[in-house]
């Protein structure tokens, strides 16, 4: 079974920045766009950003272009989400996901499978 694993969550104030990692399998990394998806408690899970490594395209959801940077190293099939000038609303749980290359639609329904998530904590 496939499997997604990440890190790197944690607290920091407002301001601050975090990297998040997600590490997959080569056959994943090689076959799926990897995505990284925001949940407030309570609340479904959205896309914040998008990066299919096979031809290096990425997505920004609009709340957060400019300050999150989505990246991939093949040699690690690991993809980072650099998060710069966090505000307390980019607080809760962080999902990478595999994403099917060939569907389209919203997000959600591309997913092939999700990572286990990380917490992140924003105080203000």
């Known amino acids: 079974q496939e499997q997604l694993v990440e890190s790197g969550g944690g607290s920091v104030q407002a301001g601050g920045s975090l990297r998040l990692s997600c590490v997959a399998s080569?056959?994943?990394?090689?076959?799926?766009?990897i995505g990284w998806f925001h949940q407030h408690p309570g609340k479904e899970r959205e896309e914040v950003a998008e990066i299919c490594p096979t031809n290096g395209r990425t997505y920004y959801d609009g709340s957060v272009k400019g300050r999150f940077t989505i990246s991939q190293d093949g040699a690690k099939n690991t993809v980072y989400l650099q998060m710069n000038s966090l505000k307390p609303e980019d607080a809760g749980v962080y999902y990478c996901?595999?994403?099917?290359?060939?569907?389209?639609?919203?997000?959600?329904?591309?997913?092939?499978?999700w990572g286990q998530g990380t917490q992140v904590t924003v105080s203000s």
């Open positions: 080569r056959l994943t990394f090689l076959n799926n766009c």
């Open positions: 996901a595999a994403l099917d290359v060939f569907l389209s639609g919203q997000p959600q329904d591309r997913v092939d499978y």
